[in-house]
């Protein structure tokens, strides 16, 4: 189940869409300014950091889906013990491999 969402416009996706900022264009108009910015590629560059956010949270949620499916279907696991004795030798002169999952 992997959870993806589209970016890239459509044909009728494109064109103006007008939203209503209420008290905060003014606030941006004034970061804009002071960015020497446009308040158009103000809102565009926050629309598109937010939309890079929600895929990266997206992806992270269905990779956990995928993981506790994935321990349903065989209950192959590491413990944190386990996890963190690995993590805390991988700074060291020989650190080890990852430990392989057990059931």
Request: charged share 25%; aromatic share 6%; net charge neutral.
């Amino acid at each position: 189940m992997e959870t993806t969402i589209n970016t890239t416009p459509s044909r009728a996706g494109v064109g103006t869409t007008s939203i209503k900022l209420g008290n905060r264009k003014e606030t941006l108009a004034q970061l804009a300014k002071y960015k020497k910015r446009s308040l158009h590629s103000l809102v565009l560059e926050a629309v598109d950091n937010y939309m890079e956010q929600e895929q990266a949270r997206l992806e992270y949620e269905a990779q956990a889906v995928r993981s506790y499916e994935n321990f349903q279907a065989t209950g192959l696991h590491l413990t944190l013990d386990e996890l963190e004795s690995w993590a805390k030798n991988l700074n060291s002169k020989n650190p080890q491999s990852l430990p392989l999952c057990h059931t």
